[in-house]
């Protein structure tokens, strides 16, 4: 049965930190591109960061709103992706999503790519940022 689980969303104050993880299981998410959305009642899901596969370079990808806040990572033995949230905004607050995809031609290239292409979805962790 394929899951991916999210968990580590919670409540914090501004300029906290936060580290979500996405943990994989019936299918390897090593192979897989893995992106972070994100989605805050009344707006649009945005996505907040993808990762490549290692085997395509692993490289990494962050909208403006995150840059230098936001860091994704994988870590392969354990089938998780993580997301390392710093100096945590209140507008960094909505549900969290990860989803894998395996289209890398389209999808993490100069952006998240197409939102369809990711197969698999996580249920979502809540984040909110608040003093």
């Known amino acids: 049965q394929v899951q991916f689980v999210e968990s580590g969303g919670g409540l914090v104050q501004p300029g906290g930190s936060l580290r979500l993880s996405c943990q994989a299981s019936g299918f390897s998410s090593n192979y897989y591109a893995i992106a972070w959305l994100r989605q805050a009642p009344g707006k649009e899901r945005e996505g907040v960061s993808c990762i490549k596969p290692n085997s395509h370079g692993g490289s990494a990808y962050y909208p403006d709103s995150v840059k230098g806040r936001f860091t994704i990572s994988r870590d392969s033995a354990k089938n998780t992706v993580y997301l390392q949230m710093n100096n945590l905004e209140p507008e960094d607050t909505a549900t969290y999503y990860c989803?894998?995809?395996?289209?890398?031609?389209?999808?993490?290239?100069?952006?998240?790519?197409?939102?369809?292409?990711?197969?698999?979805w996580g249920q979502g962790t809540q984040v909110t940022v608040s003093s």
């Open positions: 989803a894998a995809g395996d289209a890398l031609f389209r999808l993490c290239v100069m952006d998240i790519g197409p939102v369809r292409d990711y197969r698999y």
